[in-house]
């Protein structure tokens, strides 16, 4: 064989090689997505009923998929992360952990085969057959393996651009934007947004010179916290990591010469990596805050933040009357850490909309540092609460009858309400007046 023949040959081996390497990458990363079983508007699937409905996210990190799952029914809760081995057009999970809100008491043993998805070559809507192994689903009926139980959820990637009057400042919300127009505090307006574990809230306010906010946000929050301009604005933007709450939070202030606005956008830990997504929609005098992250939004909507009206939802939970139930109220010395649900198993998060004003009755030294753990009940009352607390018992009373009459629209999944826990940090200053 010539020198020519062996050039051709070596050249041929190696696009084979590479082709075969590009499928298989290919053939990895299309089970990137979400997958769902038993839940309410699930109506492909047919069979037993499943009383904890489960999800199972699969990403992607540091070259390997990893996958999630996740689901919740009243005491029981299942946090489970397997990594993921790909056999072609099948994936096996293969047991790593579970998560800090793991209950179930079902053990599993690392490596164990929780179970395996197989995609077929048919053209039905769910082509995603399941084989059962260490893991099978809460229900009293049998299950079997080789049908279809898991379905596939179509990314939803409608987004709605919310713009200040004289648009020089504008967000991307999730289409499912939530707007609270009534006077809350001092601020005239709030714009939610809810989007796979991440939340993100707008709020105009009042100027304030730039270095008190710089050493507000320095004793109170204590993360990284940078300065700059873009476009006319200046700008502070801190970021910060609670360990009581395991939760990552970005908060911006920035003004020009004649408005100022906060912005804050918040996920657990899990979902750090989806912040990204909202800060990128975020345009200063039509620039973006953050550079070289593409843009994968489809801009559905516009809206002028003159046009928009408080939305019925919120209506609806401002108007909640307090009633007088059965709670139990407990109290402990704060921890290291404090949970409330995971994002993840609900389409919308508990968001409160209203906080009681005025002094609580309690004289203090200095701000106490109170973490509130709550029941937001589908009803709109909170339930039972611990209040886990530093300092004198007398503030995390005052701080927990304040809770109390906190006005929220219940977690939601498919647009049903239902119960969750909430975690919020709270405080109140030198003269006995509340704040979040």
């Keep these: 064989m010539n020198k020519s023949s062996i050039k051709t040959v070596t050249r041929t081996f190696v696009l084979s090689a590479l082709l075969i390497f590009t499928y298989s990458i290919n053939a990895q990363d299309s089970w990137i997505g979400e997958y769902t079983l038993g839940e309410l508007n699930d109506k492909q699937i047919s069979g037993p009923e499943i009383y904890v409905p489960v999800r199972i996210n699969i990403t992607k990190q540091d070259g390997k998929l990893i996958a999630h799952l996740y689901g919740k029914s009243g005491n029981i809760a299942i946090d489970i992360y397997a990594n993921v081995v790909n056999k072609g057009n099948k994936i096996n999970l293969l047991y790593r952990k579970v998560g800090k809100y793991h209950t179930w008491r079902k053990k599993f043993k690392k490596t164990d085969l929780l179970l395996s998805l197989e995609r077929t070559n048919s053209t039905v809507p769910n082509n995603i057959l399941t084989y059962w192994g260490k893991f099978t689903p809460i229900t009293e009926d049998k299950v079997e393996s080789g049908k279809p139980y898991f379905r596939r959820l179509l990314p939803e990637n409608e987004w709605?651009?919310?713009?200040?009057?004289?648009?020089?400042?504008?967000?991307?919300?999730?289409?499912?934007?939530l707007v609270n127009t009534e006077k809350f505090h001092t601020h005239w307006l709030s714009v939610y947004g809810f989007k796979g574990g991440v939340s993100m809230r707008l709020t105009p306010n009042s100027k304030i010179p730039m270095q008190v906010v710089a050493k507000g946000f320095t004793r109170v929050f204590g993360g990284e916290m940078r300065r700059f301009k873009l476009g006319g604005f200046d700008l502070i933007w801190t970021t910060m990591y609670s360990k009581f709450e395991e939760n990552h939070v970005n908060i911006f202030y920035l003004q020009n010469k004649k408005r100022a606005y906060n912005i804050t956008v918040s996920a657990d830990s899990p979902h750090k990596p989806a912040l990204k997504t909202f800060i990128s929609g975020i345009l200063i005098d039509g620039k973006p805050l953050v550079k070289n992250i593409p843009l994968t939004f489809k801009v559905t909507e516009k809206h002028l933040i003159s046009e928009l009206q408080t939305s019925p939802e919120v209506l609806e939970a401002l108007n909640q009357k307090y009633k007088k139930i059965n709670r139990k109220v407990t109290y402990k010395r704060l921890g290291k850490s404090v949970f409330g649900d995971s994002l993840d198993w609900f389409s919308q998060g508990a968001l409160i909309v209203g906080f009681p004003s005025g002094r609580l009755g309690v004289q203090v030294n200095s701000p106490a540092k109170v973490f509130v753990q709550m029941e937001l009940r589908a009803d709109g009352q909170v339930?039972?609460?611990?209040?886990?607390?530093?300092?004198?018992?007398?503030?995390?009373?005052?701080?927990?009858?304040?809770?109390?009459?906190?006005?929220?629209?219940?977690?939601?999944v498919n647009g049903r309400p239902v119960n969750s826990v909430y975690v919020s940090g709270c405080g109140w200053n030198w003269e006995g007046t509340f704040f979040n």
């Design 383 to 412: 339930g039972d609460m611990t209040v886990h607390y530093s300092g004198s018992k007398s503030y995390a009373r005052g701080c927990a009858n304040a809770y109390k009459k906190i006005k929220f629209i219940p977690a939601k």
């Design 160 to 177: 709605v651009r919310i713009e200040t009057d004289d648009k020089r400042l504008s967000l991307l919300f999730p289409k499912n934007f």
